[in-house]
């Protein structure tokens, strides 16, 4: 069914814009004109092969180019590694909806339809629009879902997929949604931690370009009237004015050049690898990183293992969500062993990536059955480790922040009173 976009007049005159999907742009607009929307440009928007119903609207590309902008924008959104966090909430919102309706009984066309009219904006109502088209067309969910990987992942289209398999798709529906809470309270706790100190190393550094730049130079401009000899620290605090006056532009250029070579080198695989070994062997950082990393693999793989996925595919998927290739390499190695005919915990053990405790817990899980359940007793050990990780970080870089801006700071204050004293000792 061709989804088309419109614009209209509503009672007393209001414009509006909207979507709608019907069979024919007729159909679309007696639908419209029997809830007193009265249409005054209609065009279809679902690909470049179908013609509008009336044109392109007025400012509109033509069709072939409004789809070739569309793909690359498809493509951009792809590379960007998934939902933001903000999507990430809407999707784990729209997921316990739609298991909560799917239990309930509501057929999944109706479900969809409720989804639709709750929608928040134009790009999620005509992607749940598309959704439901594909549905009705015979597609099944999962594949209609794996048209949208912006907001829904590799590991979300499996989940489902097997809930199909099984007829359990409201459950994995809920089951996901917990996941994706999690993995979104734990997405804020490392952010948080890492964002106070950045954030304070940022206002020192405006603060103290600010005082080099402006008004350091006008008070040692009215000290060297005086004609006195400027004692060492004040010399040292001129030099450094004076740099940051005429070579200023050099270190927004040199943190931009220094963040295009990063994403250069960490795109190739022995970049991000020395990269991502760096971060762990940071001291309490790369204690958070890797506490992070185990808990998103543990946690990913047991919602996998629980929803149906068989193994194989399970750890193919979690190796591109644990973000550290360190913990990505031991879970492809886990993966191979396992297609060997191993057990998970043995080469999970060998890889040296996971503590040992770790690896004890998943050899008690598949010995008793009970690999996913011990796998969420993991998880939620690590999430707890990491809200205490989490409070050292900012228990730690706080005073040391405070002190280092103090100490620049008492510095600038020095080197401008020592000269001012030295005047009033000769007079």
């Known amino acids: 069914m061709p989804i088309y976009e419109y614009k209209a007049y509503g009672s007393g005159g209001a414009t509006r814009t909207g979507v709608i999907d019907a069979d024919t742009p007729r159909e679309a607009r007696n639908r419209l004109r029997r809830d007193n929307i009265l249409v005054s440009e209609l065009r279809e928007v679902r690909t470049s092969t179908r013609k509008t119903a009336q044109g392109p609207m007025k400012g509109t590309t033509a069709p072939g180019k409004t789809a070739q902008f569309l793909g690359k924008l498809k493509k951009l959104r792809e590379a960007g590694g998934g939902p933001s966090g903000r999507d990430l909430e809407l999707v784990a919102a729209v997921t316990r909806q739609m298991g909560t ?116 130079p006008k008070i040692t401009d009215m000290l060297a009237d005086t004609g006195q000899t400027m004692p060492l620290p004040t010399r040292i605090l001129i ?83 644990v973000g550290n290739r360190i913990v990505a390499d031991a879970t492809e190695h886990i993966r191979i062993r396992i297609m060997e005919g191993t057990d998970i915990a043995t080469p999970l053990k060998a890889s040296g990536a996971f503590p040992s405790v770790v690896g004890y817990m998943v050899s008690v899980g598949e010995q008793s059955g009970q690999l996913e359940e011990m796998l969420d007793r993991i998880a939620d050990a690590y999430d707890e480790e990491i809200e205490v990780v989490t409070e050292r970080i900012t228990t730690v870089l706080e005073p040391i922040m405070i002190i280092f801006l103090a100490v620049v700071v008492g510095f600038i204050v020095w080197s401008i009173v020592l000269p001012i004293l030295n005047v009033g000792n000769v007079n």
Do not use: C
């Open 239 to 321: 030099g450094i004015s004076d740099a940051f006056k005429d070579y200023w532009i050099v270190l927004p250029l040199t943190i931009a050049a220094a963040s295009v070579l990063y994403n250069r080198i960490y795109r190739t695989r022995g970049g991000q690898l020395a990269i991502d070994r760096f971060k762990l062997k940071v001291p309490v950082v790369g204690e958070l990183l890797r506490k992070s990393a185990i808990a998103r693999f543990t946690r990913t793989l047991s919602t996998l293992l629980s929803s149906g996925v068989p193994a194989v595919r399970s750890l193919e998927i979690t190796e591109t969500v």
């Open 101 to 216: 309706m799917l239990g309930a009984g509501i057929p999944m066309a109706e479900m969809l339809s409720a989804v639709i009219d709750q929608a928040e904006t134009r790009a999620q109502e005509t992607m749940f629009r598309t959704v439901r088209e594909r549905i009705t067309q015979g597609v099944s969910f999962g594949d209609a879902l794996a048209e949208y990987p912006h907001y829904f992942s590799e590991l979300y289209v499996n989940m489902v997929k097997a809930g199909e398999a099984t007829g359990q798709v409201d459950i994995v529906l809920k089951r996901l949604a917990d996941f994706l809470q999690r993995q979104r309270a734990l997405q804020r706790k490392v952010v948080s931690a890492l964002t106070y100190p950045f954030l304070m190393i940022a206002i020192g550094v405006l603060v103290v370009g600010i005082l080099m730049t402006f008004v350091v």
